[in-house]
Structure formats: structure tokens, C-alpha cells
Nanobody, 115 residues
Framework: QVQLVESGGGLVQPGGSLRLSCAAS????????MGWYRQTSGKPRELVAA???????NYADSVKGRFTISRDNAKSTVYLQMNSLKPEDTAVYYC?????????WGKGTLVTVSS
């Protein structure tokens, strides 16, 4: 059974930082492309950042220079370090795993940026 379990969301003031974690099980993590998506009410889910099995990364333009995605294959965990947070970063953040045969989603963690 595949599980992607996110943690680290919460309430933070503008300009603050948070680190999201996603612990994966049931997949060959080191061969999977891992990503973070986010969604706000009434809008489609959008890619925030992704990291391939080889370590290549890509980011949404809106988060470049502020967010960093990383992975620890030994722990089967992917991270999203979010700095200089803005109110428009408020969303539910979802962990995503893409394997050779299927893709999987976590249940999401809420990030609220507000003073």
C-alpha cells in the first residue's frame, strides 16, 4: 500500500519560513520523481516544485528563489523549504510521487500565511 504523508504545515506570518516533509512508503522512492503541488479554493492544483530521481529540480516561477525542494532517499522523504512566505502562498500543499507505472498523492497539509 502506497502512502505519502505530509507534515509541517501551519500558520506563519508573511516573511516567515516553513519546512514541509513528505514521508513515502510502498514505492521505490529512489526511482520516483517527487513533487509538491498546491491548491486554493476554486483553482486548479498547480506544481510548486519537483525533483527527479537524478536530483534535477524545477520550480514554479512564483516560488523561484524562495522555495527549495530536496530529497533524502535513505529516509524516503522529500522536503520543501519555504522562505519569505507571502499571503498568496496560502494553500493546501500536496505531495506527489510519479513512478514508472503510476502516480500518487498525499492528503495535503494546509499552509496559511497571514499576520
Amino acid at each position: 500500500q502506497v502512502q505519502l504523508v505530509e507534515s509541517g504545515g501551519g500558520l506563519v506570518q508573511p516573511g516567515g519560513s516553513l519546512r514541509l516533509s513528505c514521508a513515502a512508503s510502498g514505492i521505490i522512492f529512489r526511482l520516483s520523481t517527487m513533487g509538491w503541488y498546491r491548491q486554493t479554493s476554486g483553482k486548479p492544483r498547480e506544481l510548486v516544485a519537483a525533483v527527479t530521481s537524478g536530483g534535477s529540480t524545477n520550480y514554479a516561477d512564483s516560488v523561484k528563489g524562495r522555495f527549495t525542494i530536496s530529497r533524502d532517499n535513505a529516509k524516503s522523504t522529500v522536503y520543501l523549504q519555504m522562505n519569505s512566505l507571502k499571503p498568496e502562498d496560502t494553500a493546501v500543499y500536496y505531495c506527489h510521487a510519479a513512478t514508472y507505472v503510476q502516480e500518487y498523492w498525499g492528503k495535503g497539509t494546509l499552509v496559511t500565511v497571514s499576520s
